[in-house]
């Protein structure tokens, strides 16, 4: 008697790096199986999920993803033109439009700008004729980034001059560029918000991010001395952005706090870095939340176990034994090949106290690389 074969798994993921693993992981309890698509054949989903090793614009590959009832992306470098194409075949969550607005700092900026959600001014530059003009409209120091694919700081230059215009023009010319407004912030926070498919919201609490060389290096939730006013500015602006994008899934928001007021900086329509603390430090971690949001079931308590910390292990690990040595620390190894800026994995710490995460994390910091 021959053996039926398997349904198509219930989730279909655009992108199979380290968050792809960590939602397969968080699925793991509940039997949920995912089927993942990424180019590279070293994706670090091995025995975690079903892996097809494929471009995004693969049509068989896309194909064999259509089949299963919900498709999701983990990776916001995806071609939206494939996320289109999926969604004339199955449910994709976030909606294609999430990931166009999030994949173009101008347009991501206008959305903020309609919302009514402050964003530093900007102005789109074409030509170093632009980049001048907007130079002396913006004012300096400015910050000249690159429209489309820029992370972790790369595709960006700051002006303090503006004799540095050309060199800064050259530097980054030739696509399309967004001069923004230097901000003086004291300090970076995001906000991570999930809506599911029956329209329930949930916000953790905003977490304060330290980044080094544009590379996040540390998050803490919830960020010290948040006030009611604080937290009200960023709930505000992440039920507008749920609602104008229609959104389902976890969205991240990264925000400046220059004196209080909360200046928006952008967004990723995704699990994110800044979150991935929640997975021993909240009561529901944001990839089981976000597997519940777009399988439209109910969503977990995104409450904080305590005061918690992650570090993000880049260009190497830190071993094993030293850090699992530091009370209440617990270490993930992404299974990825190291590399100098290569986010390789993460250590999360818990204590009872700010003062105590505060000793936990001056004993980590020397034992977690940070090569970039
Ligand atoms: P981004 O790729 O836009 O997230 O920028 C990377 C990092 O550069 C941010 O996390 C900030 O530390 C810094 N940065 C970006 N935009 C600005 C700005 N307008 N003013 C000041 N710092 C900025």
Redesign the pocket.
């Known amino acids: 008697m021959s053996t039926p074969p398997l349904p198509p798994p219930p989730l279909g993921v655009l992108g199979a790096g380290q968050l792809g693993r960590m939602l397969a992981l968080a699925g793991a309890p509940m039997n949920l199986r995912l089927r993942l698509l990424d180019p590279s054949p070293l994706a670090p989903v091995a025995g975690l999920g079903e892996l097809l090793t494929a471009s995004y614009e693969d049509e068989a590959a896309l194909a064999r993803l259509a089949e299963c009832p919900v498709v999701t992306y983990e990776f916001e470098s995806v071609p939206v033109a494939a996320a289109r194409r999926l969604a004339e075949r199955t449910q994709v969550y976030p909606p294609p439009e999430a990931l166009e607005v999030a994949q173009d700092r101008l347009l991501e900026k206008t959305r903020f700008q309609q919302l009514g959600i402050p964003t530093?001014a900007f102005q789109a530059v074409d030509s170093l004729a632009e980049l001048e003009a907007a130079v002396s409209q913006l004012g300096l120091p400015a910050?000249l980034?690159t429209r489309r694919l820029?992370?972790?700081?790369k595709g960006?230059v700051v002006l303090q001059h503006a004799s540095q215009c050309a060199a800064a023009f050259a530097a980054l010319g030739g696509v399309p560029l967004l001069l923004?407004?230097?901000?003086p912030?004291q300090r970076?926070l995001s906000l991570l918000a999930v809506r599911s498919t029956s329209g329930e919201t949930r916000c953790y609490p905003l977490v304060d991010n330290q980044?080094e060389g544009?590379i996040l290096r540390c998050s803490r939730a919830p960020a010290s001395g948040l006030t009611p006013a604080l937290e009200q500015q960023a709930l505000g602006y992440a039920e507008r952005l749920l609602g104008s994008l229609r959104y389902v899934g976890v969205l991240a928001l990264?925000l400046?706090d220059v004196q209080g007021t909360l200046y928006a900086?952008?967004i990723a329509p995704r699990v994110h870095n800044s979150g991935h603390w929640t997975i021993e430090g909240a009561r529901t971690s944001q990839f089981e939340n976000h597997l519940r949001a777009v399988l439209g079931l109910p969503l977990g308590d995104t409450a904080t176990l305590g005061p918690c910390a992650m570090l993000n292990a880049v260009g190497g690990l830190p071993g094993a034994a030293a850090v699992l040595a530091v009370p209440d620390a617990h270490l993930h190894d992404y299974a990825k090949a190291p590399r100098r800026g290569r986010k390789v994995g993460h250590v999360t710490v818990r204590a009872p106290d700010a003062a105590t995460l505060d000793a936990r994390l001056a004993q980590l910091e020397p034992l977690v690389p940070f090569q970039r």
């Open positions: 530093p910050v980034k820029g992370y972790d700081g960006q923004e407004q230097f901000m912030f970076e980044h544009g990264e400046f900086n952008e």
